[in-house]
């Protein structure tokens, strides 16, 4: 059985940083592309970061592109987002996913993964 736990949310002023973690049981995250999203309040899921699962190609959205970075923990099978210099407009609950199927042109695509994290949240004050 495959499951996603997210850790690592929480309160943070702007200009400040936060690390998330996704770590894994029931799968091998070497061989799973793993992929960040968020969801604001009344806001649509969206696309935050992915990593790929043989090269290691790293797409990011625009909005956090330069302030997070994404990685992955082989030993420890956890994939990591360093978010820093956030904005208030980062607040939103962050969710891993992960898929063993995907392809690179999918990689920003939230239906395309088939393994979801409950969430964490972040808040950034102003």
């Known amino acids: 059985q495959v499951q996603l736990a997210e850790s690592g949310g929480g309160l943070v002023q702007a200009g400040g940083s936060l690390r998330l973690a996704c770590a894994a049981s029931?799968?091998?995250?070497?061989?799973?592309?793993v992929a960040w999203f968020r969801q604001a309040p009344g806001k649509e899921r969206e696309f935050v970061a992915a990593?790929?699962?043989?090269?290691?190609?790293?797409p990011y959205a625009d909005s956090v592109k330069g302030r997070f970075t994404i990685s992955k923990n082989n030993a420890r099978n956890t994939v990591i987002l360093q978010m820093d210099d956030l904005k208030p407009e980062d607040t939103a609950v962050y969710y891993c996913?992960?898929?063993?199927?995907?392809?690179?042109?999918?990689?920003?695509?939230?239906?395309?993964?088939?393994?979801w994290g409950q969430g964490t949240r972040v808040t950034v004050s102003s």
């Open positions: 996913a992960a898929s063993g199927t995907i392809i690179m042109s999918q990689l920003r695509t939230h239906s395309a993964y088939n393994y």
């Open positions: 990593i790929s699962q043989r090269h290691g190609s790293t």
């Open positions: 029931g799968v091998t995250f070497t061989r799973y592309a």
